[in-house]
């Protein structure tokens, strides 16, 4: 638990004192358990659990659900999490949302980084980690927590999810292990690190944004865990970073070991190229790209263009592996959250790159035909780099170089623009037909038309909700959807009670549930709609979800 107390202050064990039964109630209730399965899982009658709920209430001095579970992080400690640390279970749904007088209490997807100082390190040695985890924390946008008996623990995701957390992750303890064998952290030598991924519960403001008053989540326990026993200057990794990993890092990220030297960090951000990937529904997008490389010395400037999940990381390294089928070279060049810390990433190599390397690439003399250049991500990159870019790519484009640049938005560049669209259903079910192949799993065809339904032709989700065994979204799929959900300024009280509800609902009724004017539940409506959130059922028929996947995430998410 980390944040500020409530009016009663921060709770310790000394000063509430509990039952068993109550330790136990309070402990799944920080899990996000509902009291059925708190009753399921005590093997105790409903009634019972409600009396026990009513007594721990009354000790811990709160009013309701959300005012115990902030402050039942810190009452438990280590304690607060039963569940096993790979991979940690996504909490269930809680039927009735929990609003707090300043903000909504809500689960999110993180990356925790947890760090350790090395066997027998000095008192000085750990508050200058200290210093340094809480500068490199604010550069990447991360919540630090120290912790007296060791470094910390980094919280990304936090503020803001995003989908590219685990990279700011990574390139976080990369910069931090480079201060360790080459600059003033040398007194750290054999820094060890714990890599996951799960869900917190947060406080967060109505319309977005944590609200800096209370974290809780048993992953930083899990991932605590992972530094049990682990050698000095190694990195474990949790089950969930692995599935991170392969999501938004590496495609080959199952030959990745749970175990690593911290100095072979940068090879995380590796990609391999040699390995044969399925394509679906992108054959236009295919063949403008492909007939550039296949026409020889005649340069071009490609963008390519996507929300996240679409697959245009996945048509870069198709490119890539074409060019070095047909005698060619080429660079992938892989931009980075935290331009602090390195702006871009050879994808062969993992080494960092800097952007006048980068114009370099674009600019110098070819040596082979076809010629390749990616930038991947190209929106990450800062405005003025990417004009920067843009225009060295004219250069390299007229000395016959194909340069592919993919990200959300490129910019006004010159060059073909490709924005790739959403798959049909038919294609949607030729790609999860394919995903023995891919990957040697076997999917149950009964399956497959709810998938496509819940996908909506985002390739992404159609893979995630095919690897679920539940059929709920995983943990990598939650992330990618609350990324872009906190990209508008969204009324969350309002998306909860949505979700909540029936499948449609008009704006008088949701005025009720909300306490509001009308004028303010429809202008919450509206941006709900502009952000393609929310749809308009029909005249007199109040508003819904566009689509289910939507629905079924916001309820997951909260409390």
Same mark, same amino acid.
């Given at each position: 638990?980390?944040?500020? %107390?409530?009016?009663?202050?921060?709770?310790?064990?000394?000063?509430?004192?509990?039952?068993?039964r109550?330790?136990? @109630?309070?402990?799944l209730?920080?899990?996000?358990?509902?009291?059925?399965?708190i009753?399921r899982?005590?093997?105790?009658?409903?009634?019972?659990?409600?009396?026990?709920?009513?007594?721990l209430?009354?000790r /811990?001095?709160?009013?309701?659900?959300?005012?115990a579970?902030s402050?039942g992080?810190?009452?438990?400690?280590?304690?607060?999490?039963?569940?096993p640390?790979?991979?940690?279970?996504?909490?269930?749904? #809680?039927?009735?949302?929990d609003?707090?007088?300043d903000?909504? $209490?809500?689960?999110?997807?993180?990356?925790?980084?947890?760090?350790?100082p090395?066997?027998?390190?000095?008192?000085e040695?750990?508050?200058?980690?200290?210093?340094?985890?809480?500068?490199?924390?604010?550069?990447?946008?991360?919540?630090f @927590?120290p912790?007296?008996?060791?470094?910390?623990? +980094?919280?990304?995701?936090i503020r803001?999810?995003?989908?590219?957390?685990?990279l700011?992750? !990574?390139?976080?303890?990369?910069? &931090?292990?480079?201060?360790?064998t080459?600059g003033?952290?040398?007194?750290?030598?054999?820094l060890?690190?714990? /890599?996951?991924?799960?869900?917190?519960i947060v406080?967060?403001?109505?319309?977005?944004?944590?609200?800096?008053?209370?974290?809780?989540t048993?992953?930083?326990?899990?991932?605590?865990? $992972?530094?049990?026993?682990?050698?000095d200057g190694?990195l474990?990794?949790?089950?969930?970073?692995?599935d991170?990993?392969?999501?938004?890092?590496?495609?080959?990220?199952?030959?990745?070991?749970?175990? !690593?030297?911290m100095?072979? @960090?940068?090879? /995380?951000?590796?990609?391999d190229?040699?390995?044969?990937?399925?394509?679906?529904?992108r054959?236009?997008?295919?063949?403008?790209?492909d007939?550039?490389?296949?026409?020889?010395?005649q340069?071009?400037? !490609?963008? +390519?263009?996507?929300?996240?999940?679409?697959g245009?990381?996945?048509?870069?390294r198709?490119?890539?592996?074409?060019?070095?089928?047909?005698?060619?070279?080429?660079?992938? $060049?892989?931009? +980075?959250?935290?331009?602090?810390?390195?702006?871009?990433?050879?994808?062969?190599t993992?080494?960092p #790159?800097?952007?006048?390397e980068?114009?370099?690439a674009l600019?110098?003399?070819?040596?082979?035909?076809p010629?390749?250049?990616?930038?991947?991500?190209?929106?990450?990159?800062?405005s003025?780099?990417?004009?920067?870019?843009?225009?060295e790519?004219?250069?390299?484009?007229?000395?016959?170089?194909?340069?592919l640049?993919?990200?959300?938005?490129?910019g006004?560049?010159?060059?073909?623009?490709?924005t +790739?669209?959403?798959?049909?259903?038919g294609?949607?079910?030729?790609l999860?037909?394919? &995903?023995?192949?891919l990957?040697?799993?076997?999917?149950?065809?009964?399956?497959?038309?709810?998938?496509?339904?819940?996908?909506?032709?985002?390739?992404?989700?159609?893979?995630?909700?095919?690897?679920?065994?539940?059929?709920?979204?995983?943990?990598p799929?939650?992330?990618?959807?609350?990324?872009?959900?906190? %990209?508008?300024?969204l009324?969350?009280?309002?998306?909860?009670?949505?979700?909540?509800?029936p499948?449609?609902?008009d704006?008088e009724?949701?005025?009720?549930?909300?306490?509001?004017a009308?004028?303010?539940?429809?202008?919450?409506v509206?941006?709900?709609?502009?952000?393609?959130?929310?749809?308009?059922?029909?005249?007199?028929?109040?508003v819904?979800?566009?689509?289910? /996947?939507?629905?079924?995430?916001?309820?997951?998410?909260?409390?």
């Amino acid at each position: 638990m980390a944040g500020h %107390g409530g009016q009663n202050g921060p709770v310790s064990r000394r000063t509430v004192p509990l039952t068993p039964r109550q330790r136990d @109630i309070l402990r799944l209730l920080c899990e996000g358990k509902v009291n059925k399965e708190i009753a399921r899982e005590l093997d105790i009658g409903l009634g019972t659990v409600k009396q026990h709920m009513v007594a721990l209430f009354k000790r /811990l001095q709160v009013r309701n659900r959300s005012m115990a579970v902030s402050q039942g992080m810190a009452l438990l400690g280590p304690d607060a999490s039963a569940a096993p640390p790979d991979p940690p279970d996504l909490p269930s749904r #809680i039927q009735e949302p929990d609003f707090t007088e300043d903000g909504i $209490l809500m689960r999110r997807s993180c990356i925790v980084l947890s760090l350790a100082p090395p066997t027998h390190a000095s008192s000085e040695a750990m508050a200058l980690l200290h210093r340094t985890l809480a500068g490199l924390a604010c550069d990447a946008g991360a919540l630090f @927590i120290p912790r007296e008996e060791g470094a910390g623990d +980094l919280l990304f995701g936090i503020r803001r999810s995003s989908e590219h957390d685990l990279l700011a992750a !990574l390139q976080l303890a990369w910069t &931090l292990q480079r201060e360790v064998t080459t600059g003033r952290l040398s007194v750290c030598q054999g820094l060890r690190a714990g /890599l996951n991924a799960g869900m917190a519960i947060v406080s967060r403001e109505r319309r977005g944004g944590w609200s800096g008053e209370a974290v809780a989540t048993p992953v930083i326990v899990a991932t605590r865990r $992972l530094l049990q026993g682990l050698g000095d200057g190694k990195l474990r990794l949790g089950a969930a970073a692995h599935d991170a990993l392969r999501v938004f890092g590496l495609e080959d990220s199952l030959s990745i070991p749970d175990t !690593l030297p911290m100095d072979s @960090i940068a090879h /995380l951000f590796r990609v391999d190229f040699g390995k044969a990937r399925q394509m679906v529904g992108r054959e236009a997008e295919w063949r403008r790209i492909d007939a550039a490389l296949s026409t020889p010395d005649q340069g071009a400037v !490609l963008r +390519l263009e996507g929300e996240t999940g679409m697959g245009k990381s996945h048509l870069c390294r198709i490119a890539m592996q074409r060019c070095l089928a047909l005698g060619g070279c080429g660079r992938y $060049l892989r931009a +980075l959250p935290v331009a602090a810390f390195s702006p871009l990433r050879d994808a062969a190599t993992g080494e960092p #790159i800097t952007t006048d390397e980068a114009v370099q690439a674009l600019i110098a003399p070819r040596t082979a035909t076809p010629d390749l250049l990616v930038i991947d991500d190209f929106h990450l990159l800062t405005s003025e780099v990417r004009f920067w870019l843009a225009e060295e790519a004219r250069r390299g484009a007229a000395q016959g170089r194909i340069i592919l640049l993919a990200g959300r938005r490129t910019g006004a560049i010159e060059g073909a623009t490709m924005t +790739l669209p959403r798959l049909s259903s038919g294609e949607s079910n030729v790609l999860l037909a394919g &995903l023995e192949s891919l990957e040697g799993s076997t999917l149950d065809a009964a399956r497959i038309p709810g998938i496509v339904q819940k996908a909506a032709g985002v390739p992404l989700f159609a893979l995630e909700l095919a690897r679920s065994a539940t059929g709920e979204p995983t943990l990598p799929l939650l992330m990618t959807i609350a990324s872009r959900l906190d %990209g508008f300024n969204l009324d969350w009280k309002l998306l909860q009670t949505l979700a909540d509800g029936p499948a449609t609902m008009d704006i008088e009724a949701l005025g009720k549930v909300l306490g509001e004017a009308g004028d303010q539940v429809v202008n919450s409506v509206a941006a709900a709609v502009r952000a393609g959130v929310l749809m308009e059922a029909g005249p007199g028929q109040g508003v819904g979800f566009r689509h289910p /996947l939507l629905r079924q995430v916001i309820a997951l998410l909260q409390i």
